[in-house]
């Protein structure tokens, strides 16, 4: 094995909190589920851990991290665990197009198809047993499949059906979950074998089945078969840095629903700084009109609000739609954006949304 200094993220156990933030209930049928592979990493989930900064904005330092957000944006790091087709029913080659298997043909998530070699990687052990976890953004019942690619497949070549072995080397339905949903330390875990005879870098492709909708997830997560236990290097600077660790946390649990509020930070300058909020409709219904709110901590105060009515006290924010951005079709979004004072710290809110 290479000398490297490896980053032990799997045993860290330490994630920290999200940027994007939350869900709200506000109907008790058919939420939307919103989740990625966490170890090992997906393209997503790891990019956005090298990207996101203490600032609350994203900077991936990784090359292929950088690559990925240069092509389809930085909300494709904010909602890192969005890779997802609501018409997915499970399906898998004929309905994802080849070289389109890393975003699930999700436009939004296109730069990950980008075939490189220098995403961040986990080291692993072929034929040991390993212990999965996939973040439970919004948690529901289903089954993830776990495919392995060819000995041919190539990092430097997008990823099509024939570079993947035909058959799921390991399949799971509703294994345990833990933690609490809608962050980070909300997972599903199992206890599953690697595929003996890999060795070097390779994907593992997992798809995830939900049971009780047509949603279905698509994810991919590079990692090398040279003996390692979990440990992953590429964050930070794509040589084996330590991490951006976030030390934000949330300041009230999440709820479990349709409205969900991704907080984002995009500009920052002494005394200041600039963000947007995007409303998420994962409800059956279209919107007629929403309100996100939640509370500044170190003593922020918004200045201005468009696309939105500004109803704030202090750092208690209230932000309403206005008369052409509030109806949202199901699975639709709209955006508001806010500049806001910055005395001195400037930890991440957790929002809420409502609708009406």
Request: charged share 15%; aromatic share 10%; hydrophobic share 35%.
């Amino acid at each position: 094995m290479t000398a490297r200094r490896w980053i032990a993220l799997a045993a860290a156990g330490v994630i920290g909190v999200l940027i994007a933030v939350l869900v709200n209930v506000i109907s008790p049928t058919a939420a939307s589920a919103h989740g990625a592979m966490m170890k090992p990493g997906s393209r997503t989930f790891l990019c956005w851990r090298d990207g996101l900064t203490p600032q609350g904005n994203i900077a991936p330092k990784n090359p292929g991290c950088a690559a990925a957000v240069s092509s389809g944006g930085d909300n494709s790091l904010y909602n890192w665990f969005g890779v997802l087709r609501s018409d997915g029913a499970g399906r898998t080659r004929g309905f994802i197009p080849d070289g389109k298997l890393c975003s699930g043909g999700n436009p939004t998530y296109a730069g990950f198809d980008i075939a490189r070699n220098d995403y961040p990687v986990t080291h692993l052990t072929s034929g040991s047993n390993f212990a999965w976890a996939y973040n439970a953004w919004a948690a529901h019942p289903g089954t993830f499949h776990l495919y392995i690619t060819k000995d041919s497949w190539s990092p430097t070549r997008a990823l099509a059906w024939d570079d993947l072995e035909s058959t799921p080397f390991a399949s799971v339905k509703d294994p345990a979950r833990v933690g609490q949903v809608g962050t980070v330390d909300g997972q599903y875990n199992w206890n599953a074998t690697l595929p003996a005879g890999k060795s070097g870098r390779h994907l593992v492709y997992s798809v995830w089945t939900r049971s009780d909708s047509a949603e279905t997830f698509y994810n991919c997560s590079d990692v090398d078969f040279d003996g390692g236990n979990g440990e992953v290097t590429g964050v930070g600077g794509g040589s084996g840095g330590d991490p951006t660790t976030p030390t934000t946390t949330p300041q009230t649990p999440p709820g479990d629903g349709h409205c969900m509020a991704i907080y984002k930070i995009t500009s920052v300058w002494q005394g200041g700084f600039q963000g947007e909020v995007e409303i998420m409709n994962h409800s059956a219904s279209a919107y007629n009109g929403w309100t996100a709110r939640w509370n500044f901590a170190n003593g922020q105060t918004v200045t201005n609000v468009w696309n939105g009515v500004n109803s704030s006290s202090g750092p208690d924010v209230v932000v309403k739609s206005v008369d052409w951005n509030g109806a949202i079709p199901p699975e639709g979004s709209v955006t508001f954006g806010f500049t806001a004072s910055l005395p001195a710290a400037n930890s991440l809110p957790m929002v809420t949304c409502t609708s009406p």
